[in-house]
């Protein structure tokens, strides 16, 4: 469980790169070091120096990014778990409560946590904000658990985490001494949850929520199901909180499915709210009510993608594969053309990176070699062809390495 990561290469021949064009990388202490383009009639030769992998024109992009992953809740290295239908929010918290304690007793969180971050740096998933139940019927321990799998996993992944009031932020007594905790012992956000449909009080809860992220200088993560114009008129309350507390770049919704059921006014209206306040939008692209990303996109709302639930008490889906969840999104949103695959692609790299604040991220000289090369040659046919990773590296070590032969990915 403890095993490390290689060392990786120092020369990667032929890539193509996300615009299009073929370059060797060299890779020096963790960091992409030289860029060249790839020389005109140059061949294949057959023999290669020790350290050089050759991707014969292989798409190389930056390490893929999770957006909203909740690694306390996976039961993934746990025996398979039927799922239980429940009518409605509350009783599906009550039923999962019951669920974890019995998958628990079997496989604890922190392994469970630990397996399914492994999946995600297997499949080039080099960034993951992770939602961390934080309640009275588990305290800290989840945190705890996650943190410490966080340390297992560091030099494959880097995880982010936002204390998440599972059971509400006002409705049960402590959460907000809770959460005020759950900052001090390591989560970087503070979460919420639908505001007015969970608590019944909106203002109460971003008054805590908003509170704790001032005291704490931590980031903002807030799950809103609300639909319709209630639920717009949370997301204006949230922007009009982001602005007052100069937070903007540092808050998200997630899912907002609200934003796919407004006529064209009131949406055009929310998102040029969330716009100007600098409120990102999580998708993970769900069978109804998805946010109209193209539409967002165009009115400047920064949409990025996640996982969300990975075989849990929520659905037994989801197999951690960022690449596939692009492609679920533009199914969903009938991305068709090249330049909204393109976009499709952007909301699980460069949009979900600047979402999650992540620094130096990208394919350029000096930034980290946090990088994944798929068995595509464009990035439109790597989000519709459900393709291989071949090579997965972070901070220039290797994660996962078939191009020498099928291997197991680090353990």
């Avoid at 790839?38 to 061949?43: K, N, S, T």
């Avoid at 014969?56 to 992953?69: F, I, K, M």
């Avoid at 009783?91 to 995600?120: F, G, H, N």
């Avoid at 059971?167 to 759950?182: C, I």
Wanted: glycine fraction near 10%; charged fraction near 20%; hydrophobic fraction near 45%.
């Amino acid at each position: 469980m403890s095993a490390r990561p290689t060392p990786g290469p120092h020369l990667l021949l032929d890539a193509t790169l996300p615009d299009g064009t073929r370059a060797d990388l060299r890779i020096s202490d963790g960091r992409i070091a030289g860029l060249a383009p790839v020389p005109p009639g140059r061949e294949r030769t057959a023999a290669l120096a020790p350290g050089e992998l050759a991707l014969d024109g292989a798409l190389l992009l930056p390490a893929l990014v999770d957006g909203h992953a909740h690694l306390d809740k996976t039961f993934l290295g746990a025996p398979w778990q039927p799922h239980r239908a429940t009518a409605n929010l509350r009783e599906q918290i009550a039923s999962e409560r019951t669920l974890r304690r019995e998958v628990a007793a079997r496989v604890p969180v922190v392994d469970r946590a630990e397996a399914l971050a492994r999946r995600m740096a297997a499949l080039g998933t080099g960034f993951v904000r992770s939602h961390v139940d934080v309640d009275p019927d588990t305290g800290l321990d989840h945190l705890y658990a996650v943190l410490e799998a966080r340390e297992r996993v560091r030099e494959l992944i880097e995880v982010q985490l936002v204390a998440f009031p599972q059971s509400g932020v006002v409705a049960e007594p402590g959460v907000p001494e809770l959460l005020d905790a759950a900052l001090r012992e390591g989560a970087e956000l503070v979460g919420g949850l639908d505001p007015f449909g969970f608590d019944g009080d909106v203002d109460g809860q971003l008054d805590v929520v908003f509170g704790l992220a001032e005291r704490h200088g931590a980031g903002v993560d807030i799950h809103l199901h609300d639909g319709g114009p209630q639920g717009a008129a949370q997301l204006r309350a949230i922007a009009a909180r982001t602005a007052a507390l100069g937070l903007g770049g540092r808050v998200a919704v997630s899912h907002a499915y609200c934003l796919g059921q407004l006529e064209d006014r009131e949406l055009d209206r929310t998102a040029q709210a969330l716009a100007r306040a600098g409120v990102a939008v999580l998708t993970n692209g769900p069978a109804r009510s998805m946010p109209p990303v193209l539409r967002l996109h165009e009115l400047g709302v920064l949409v990025f993608a996640g996982s969300d639930n990975i075989r849990d008490a929520w659905w037994p889906y989801g197999t951690a594969d960022m690449l596939e969840r692009t492609t679920i999104i533009g199914l969903q949103a009938e991305l068709m053309t090249n330049q909204e695959l393109q976009l499709a692609a952007g909301l699980a790299t460069a949009d979900a990176a600047r979402a999650l604040g992540v620094a130096e991220y990208g394919i350029a000289v000096g930034r980290p070699a946090n990088l994944v090369a798929i068995a595509a040659h464009s990035v439109p046919e790597a989000v519709a062809a459900h393709p291989e990773r071949l090579l997965v590296l972070h901070r220039g070590r290797t994660v996962l390495d078939r191009l020498n032969g099928p291997t197991a990915p680090a353990r």
